[in-house]
């Protein structure tokens, strides 16, 4: 297999990072670089026609796209450790948590620093720069309720490690790099200590 990826961006970092903790080997990653297009170029759009990454190139030839599809991939061909949910109803609620923080933080971030950072305007193309301040905003507003949560609760999604927890981590560490945004400064004492927690996983640590 072949996944296709791009040095510092969120979405394959997940996925990455989901692979880490599963311990899954034998995929060969293939890094495009976005800033000079080659997420554009014909070979690669004939592959994923959104002309984004993560994409995972399957033995058959099939090309499996969107980040949340990939894992789903992964945790069937490798169940152990389980990281979705056993059972219906766990993986409902991992799903909950996980869909919050990705549409509420992580996109939040992605938007913000899309729409407001000079150097990624080659990718968003207008950039709104009122559009990436709300989001900024709103994004924080979804870390208050995210720092109240982790008050009663060790992880994400409750008393284990999952997805959610890898969705929270890489957009949180997105924002620290191009928002310089940091919980604790902002006195969200709860998620800063459970992101210097994640931080110390070996899965963290691949980029």
């Known amino acids: 297999m072949k996944l296709y990826v791009s040095p510092r961006t969120p979405n394959p970092r997940r996925v990455t990072m989901f692979i880490a903790e599963k311990a899954i080997a034998g995929i060969e990653e293939v890094s495009l670089d976005l800033m000079a297009g080659q997420h554009r170029d014909p070979g690669f759009l004939e592959k994923n026609p959104m002309g984004r990454v993560p994409a995972l190139e399957l033995p058959d030839g099939r090309v499996l796209a969107e980040t949340r599809a990939i894992c789903t991939y992964l945790e069937g061909l490798q169940p152990e450790p389980n990281l979705m949910g056993e059972g219906f109803d766990e993986r409902a609620f991992i799903e909950m948590a996980d869909r919050r923080v990705e549409l509420h933080l992580f996109l939040g971030v992605a938007n913000c620093v899309r729409h407001s950072h000079p150097a990624l305007a080659v990718l968003e193309n207008p950039q709104f720069p009122d559009f990436g301040a709300a989001q900024g905003s709103k994004m924080r507003e979804t870390a208050q309720w995210l720092d109240?949560?982790?008050?009663?609760?060790?992880?994400?999604?409750?008393?284990?490690f999952t997805i959610a927890d890898i969705t929270a981590f890489c957009a949180l560490e997105f924002a620290r790099g191009l928002m310089k945004y940091r919980p604790g400064a902002e006195g969200l004492q709860h998620l800063q200590a459970w992101r210097d927690r994640i931080a110390e996983r070996p899965s963290a640590q691949a980029k």
Not at 148 to 160: H, I, K, N, S
């Open 148 to 160: 109240q949560l982790l008050a009663r609760q060790p992880y994400v999604a409750g008393e284990r």
